[in-house]
Every structure is written in structure tokens, then in C-alpha cells.
């Protein structure tokens, strides 16, 4: 079963774009929705997390909105870099598996210049 | 402040052979977890510790299983290695764990090869 699917799979976007990626979850327990960034060769790397008592949150160029009664959320980057290629996952944790993280699948984004 | 190491990065077994990843955690970090990374499957939880105790378990076989030492370093082992186990196994660390807000930092992973 998977509990947070992820899309799309791969996105091209070219440099100065948006990038947006989207999530939903199933599991209503979940209370706290990280974006992770993945460069090849690295390990995941903690972009920005989101709480559901917040309909958005800003970092920079990093911004997730956040639905709860869609039970989705989504990363938008502004003014996409070409050193934002990267792959990118969401994540959800809480509930009875507060000591776990269920990733979505992951998202590749080709930022061209 | 050093970020969380993984030894050894790259590992090449063969089948029925069994294998033992460590983990060091942040300086001050007690909680580590673990987890699978594959093409197909994507990140796949196996296992969290929290001061030498196995607190939530993913959906692995019996085969996987971990430990964690009074220093909070943590190693996990595979035996009876299979084709499909090779994967890049990572590592990650937070402060308690205590609740699913804490930040978790992953290391660079271990990355598995079985022939």
C-alpha cells in the first residue's frame, strides 16, 4: 500500500521557471510533510517540512502548500536553477509510525539554462 | 559539525553472504534509523533505534536486522544475502525521535552490490 504517492515522475523545466511537484497521502494521521532534495552520489538532504496547522510555508525560492481536506501538498520552486536538478521526494511521518518517514517515489527535475 | 558517517560507502557480496553496514550518528543525536533506497521501491524504512532500543520496524524480512550501542552508533546486518538487496542502504539521525517533527539527516549511504 502506498501511503504517499508523488508526481510527476520526471519534470523538464527550464532556468527562472516553476517547478512544481505534488503529493497526497492517505494516512489522516500524518502530521508532518518533508521535502527532501537528493543529488546523485548524496544522501537526502531536508529542504523544507510543512505542518498541517499551516496552509503554506515559505523558505527562499522553496514554498509547500499544504491541503489538508484533499490530503495532498506540493512543492513549488521559483525561479528554477539549473543547480536545482536534483530529485526530489516528499515524505510524511506521524500517527502510530511517529518514528518513521513513508517517501513518495521521488520526482527527477531538469532544470535546462 | 560532522555530519552522519557511513562505512563503508561501497560493498560488493556475493548471493547466501551476509553483510554489516555501521552508522555514526550526529554528536548528540540518539535516534538512528535506516533505510532502503531501489529504483523500483523507492526510500523504504527498515528499522529506527532509540537509545539501544529497536522502537518501529518496517516491512523487511528477518533477514535485516540492527543494533544500536551506548554511543548511539548503529549498525545494521543482512544475511543470506539475495540479488534483490542490492540497494543504497542510508542512515539517518536525529535528536530523539521522540515525535515526527524532528529534522532527520540522512548520511551518504552504503551503497550494495549483490552478485
Known amino acids: 500500500q502506498q501511503q504517499v504517492k508523488q508526481s510527476p515522475q520526471s519534470l523538464i523545466v527550464q532556468k527562472g521557471g516553476i517547478s512544481i511537484i505534488n503529493c497526497a497521502y492517505e494516512n489522516t494521521a500524518f502530521d508532518y510533510f518533508p521535502w527532501y532534495q537528493q543529488f546523485p552520489g548524496k544522501g537526502p538532504a531536508l529542504l523544507i517540512a510543512i505542518r498541517p496547522d499551516v496552509s503554506e510555508k515559505k523558505e527562499g525560492r522553496f514554498t509547500i502548500s499544504f491541503n489538508k481536506s484533499a490530503k495532498q501538498f506540493s512543492l513549488h520552486i521559483m525561479d528554477s536553477q539549473p543547480g536545482d536538478s536534483a530529485t526530489y521526494f516528499c515524505a510524511a511521518s506521524g500517527g502510530g509510525s511517529n518514528y518513521k518517514l513513508t517517501f513518495g517515489k521521488g520526482t527527477l527535475l531538469t532544470v535546462n539554462p | 559539525k560532522a555530519g552522519v558517517t557511513q562505512t563503508p560507502r561501497y560493498l560488493i557480496k556475493t548471493r547466501g553472504q551476509q553483510v554489516t553496514l555501521s552508522c555514526s550518528p550526529i554528536?548528540?543525536?540518539?535516534?538512528v534509523s535506516w533505510y532502503q533506497q531501489t529504483p523500483g521501491q523507492g526510500l523504504q524504512f527498515l528499522f529506527e533505534y532509540f537509545s539501544e532500543t529497536q522502537r518501529n520496524k518496517g516491512n523487511f524480512p528477518g533477514r535485516f536486522s540492527g543494533r544500536q550501542f551506548s554511543n548511539s552508533r548503529s549498525e545494521m546486518n543482512v544475511s543470506t544475502l539475495e540479488l534483490g538487496d542490492s540497494a543504497l542502504y542510508l542512515c539517518?539521525?536525529?535528536?530523539?525521535?521522540?515525535?515526527?517533527?524532528?529534522?532527520?539527516?540522512f548520511g551518504p549511504g552504503t551503497r550494495l552490490t549483490v552478485l
Open positions: 554528536s548528540g543525536h540518539r535516534s
Open positions: 539517518a539521525s536525529s535528536r530523539s525521535g521522540g515525535h515526527s517533527y524532528n529534522e532527520q539527516f
